[in-house]
């Protein structure tokens, strides 16, 4: 068998150091788990809210109690619920935001 290779156009990669290798590997699987942490965190903030106002919603039909009143009070349970896990949600994105900028600027 010949031996590999590489297209011209490919990235030409150095075998032989492996610890570059893991860095390259390690910084992309940073910057990717990155991206898709504030997708993961915005469907549990969603979650959540779907889940306290049907908890408000359930137990105030359970306990008898007028139904427009609970309506409305699962609502703004749901409400506030959303509205604090987008603003924890934004507050955790720019603070890590900000900790990678600090890392670089401490790292040059």
């Given at each position: 068998?010949g031996r590999y290779r590489p297209h011209p156009?490919?990235?030409?990669?150095?075998?032989?150091?492996?610890?570059?290798i893991e860095v390259i590997v390690e910084q992309?699987?940073?910057?990717?788990?990155?991206?898709?942490?504030?997708?993961?965190?915005?469907?549990?903030?969603?979650?959540?809210?779907?889940?306290?106002?049907?908890?408000?919603?359930?137990?105030?039909?359970?306990?008898?109690?007028?139904?427009?009143?609970?309506?409305?009070?699962?609502?703004?349970?749901?409400?506030?619920?959303?509205?604090?896990?987008?603003?924890?949600?934004?507050?955790?994105?720019?603070?890590?935001?900000?900790?990678?900028?600090?890392?670089?600027?401490?790292?040059?």
């Open positions: 068998m156009d490919q990235l030409p990669l150095n075998w032989s150091d492996n610890e570059a992309r699987l940073a910057e990717r788990f990155e991206a898709e942490s504030f997708q993961w965190r915005f469907r549990l903030v969603i979650i959540e809210t779907a889940t306290m106002g049907l908890l408000v919603l359930v137990a105030g039909l359970f306990l008898k109690q007028p139904t427009m009143m609970v309506l409305r009070a699962s609502l703004i349970v749901a409400a506030s619920c959303l509205a604090t896990g987008l603003l924890l949600l934004s507050l955790s994105a720019g603070t890590a935001k900000l900790m990678s900028r600090l890392r670089r600027r401490i790292g040059k």
